[in-house]
């Protein structure tokens, strides 16, 4: 039986499916979680306490919770849970990608520079100190630019600035943020604004040879002030050409950041240049954004992923026929959630896989670039894309949500 240890941060849908995957296929699948504590052994084995944002600290009680046990395979959910699943694949020679690749992952200078170095085009870009101050910065930067937090997934703190006033509002917005989550980086990143529309690229690598595994439309524009994404859809509609493009460009990419064994998801821009990467992450797209992926005869992107992990040949398994697609329902405010209407109505339109909200009641809102979660997402198959966005839009014109204005609370006094 083969023995595999899923690093991950939460304990929400991916997870779930892993599990199921691994109890059909016979894997012995082992949890390293920082939210173990709301799990009761769910594998019948006890899950491993880590804390992702002390990965010295983590990987040492990872090793000594290991001891002399075996896993022949590792997989990760996450941004930084794929870090600390790179240093214990390493430790243990299994197969994974280098701890080095995932930490340039993880960091948008980085990656910028080994971009750069591989010949892939690169905006101009340099990283400006937060403990500075904006000004020299700002009279530095090209206009428009975008200010990017270097380790930040999803859109988050990303901003535009169309001149030096912007800059330094945006320039004071990531700081404040970056302080009120504990994050410990002393830079940010910034970079001349890319024109163009966007895509996400899904993928694997198998020791050393990448493969896409499906190109994502992203139909809404992104061009800022702020970069929320919304709706995900597969199959491409771009020509034969462009894909192509940016598949290559995509296998570069993986290929200078040094990803060697597992999944990755990235991030792009095409214009009449040619394709500009944004960033590759070392892990699976997230969360329940992965619904929108079935292949073969209808297995999830997870299956996949474990299947890969364990050693099995996953050269033939090709994308479920026709398309699919997935709308993450953005914030409109900030506030405290109270509740949704129309789900029903929207979870009735033709070819409405699912609607799922996530939100839930009392709970602050917060939108873009501060906010780091969605209203909830819908789920979408139709026999060609462009249907697939119409449903999609379609059952979100359904939905209404009451968000309570939240009120600031007292100095000194709880809430």
Request: some cysteine; aromatic content about 8%; hydrophobic content about 45%.
């Amino acid at each position: 039986m083969a023995r595999l240890l899923l690093f991950a941060a939460t304990t929400g849908y991916q997870i779930r499916v892993f599990a199921e995957a691994a109890r059909r296929l016979g894997v012995d699948l082992t949890l390293a979680t920082d939210r173990c504590h709301v799990l009761e052994d769910p594998w019948g084995d006890r899950a491993i306490p880590v804390r992702f944002g002390d990965v010295i600290g983590s990987l040492c009680a990872c090793l000594d919770e290991i001891g002399d046990r075996r896993f022949d395979a590792v997989a990760a959910v996450g941004d930084e849970p794929a870090v600390l699943a790179a240093d214990v694949a390493s430790a243990y020679d299994i197969p994974f990608h280098p701890p080095a690749a995932v930490q340039a992952c993880h960091d948008k200078h980085l990656a910028r520079q080994l971009f750069a170095a591989a010949g892939l085009p690169v905006p101009q870009f340099f990283r400006a100190s937060l403990a500075a101050g904006p000004d020299a910065a700002a009279r530095r930067a090209p206009y428009p630019c975008v200010l990017k937090p270097l380790g930040l997934s999803a859109s988050r703190g990303v901003i535009r600035a169309n001149d030096p006033a912007e800059f330094r509002t945006a320039f004071a917005r990531i700081k404040a943020l970056l302080r009120k989550s504990n994050n410990k980086d002393r830079h940010l990143q910034v970079e001349a604004y890319i024109p163009g529309r966007e895509f996400a690229v899904e993928g694997i690598v198998t020791h050393g040879a990448p493969r896409v595994l499906a190109i994502f439309d992203k139909p809404d524009p992104l061009e800022g002030p702020f970069f929320e994404e919304t709706i995900y859809v597969t199959p491409s509609r771009e020509s034969a050409a462009a894909q192509r493009e940016m598949c290559e460009t995509v296998i570069r990419a993986v290929r200078a950041l040094g990803l060697y064994h597992g999944p990755f998801h990235a991030e792009l821009r095409f214009n009449e240049s040619g394709v500009w990467m944004l960033e590759v992450a070392a892990r699976p797209i997230g969360g329940l954004c992965s619904k929108a992926l079935r292949f073969g005869e209808g297995m999830p992107l997870e299956e996949l992923v474990l299947r890969h992990a364990i050693g099995e040949d996953i050269a033939g398994l090709r994308l479920a026929d026709g398309a699919s697609g997935v709308m993450m329902i953005p914030i409109p405010r900030g506030g405290v959630y109270q509740d949704a209407a129309g789900v029903d109505d929207a979870r009735g339109v033709a070819g409405i896989d699912d609607v799922i909200i996530t939100a839930k009641a009392g709970q602050a809102l917060a939108p873009l670039p501060e906010g780091a979660s969605y209203l909830g997402f819908i789920f979408a198959r139709a026999g060609d894309p462009a249907e697939v966005e119409r449903t999609l839009r379609r059952a979100h014109a359904k939905l209404g949500f009451r968000i309570a204005t939240a009120l600031p609370t007292l100095s000194g006094r709880g809430q």
